[in-house]
């Protein structure tokens, strides 16, 4: 089992940051691309992936949106993974999750576990 928290969300003007963290503890997964992942749900809409990065070999995913703009990275002797947004737009206001699995990327059936969401909140 592990448990996610997630913190780092709040309010800011378009075109600031914030950072995401979120940490893991439990026994996280194993195995080649595994790692953890970035999503977030938009009220009546499906969740969407936004960023996410594997254990082991540091392979980094984004959305084309968020490339350039958001970086993920972790801090694997603290279980966390942080999600730096920079030049954030109101339409991005929305809850963001973390989510943990076997392989990371686009695909939320490959994260078995997922934290209780942040808000983020840009104002225009």
């Known amino acids: 089992q592990v448990q996610l928290v997630e913190s780092g969300g709040g309010l800011v003007q378009a075109g600031g940051s914030l950072r995401l963290s979120c940490a893991a503890s439990?026994?996280?997964?194993?195995?080649?691309?595994?790692?953890m992942g970035w999503f977030r749900q938009a009220p009546g809409k499906e969740r969407e992936f936004v960023a996410a990065?594997?254990?082991?070999?540091?392979?980094?995913k984004y959305t084309d949106d968020a490339k350039g703009r958001f970086a993920i990275t972790t801090d694997n002797k603290k279980n966390t993974v942080y999600l730096q947004m920079n030049s954030l737009k109101p339409e991005e206001t929305t809850v963001y999750y973390c989510?943990?699995?076997?392989?990371?990327?686009?695909?939320?059936?490959?994260?078995?576990?997922w934290g209780q969401g942040t808000q983020v909140t840009v104002s225009s």
């Open positions: 990065i594997s254990y082991g070999e540091g392979i980094k």
């Open positions: 989510a943990e699995g076997r392989g990371v990327g686009e695909d939320r059936g490959n994260y078995d576990y």
């Open positions: 439990g026994r996280t997964s194993s195995g080649y691309g595994s790692g």
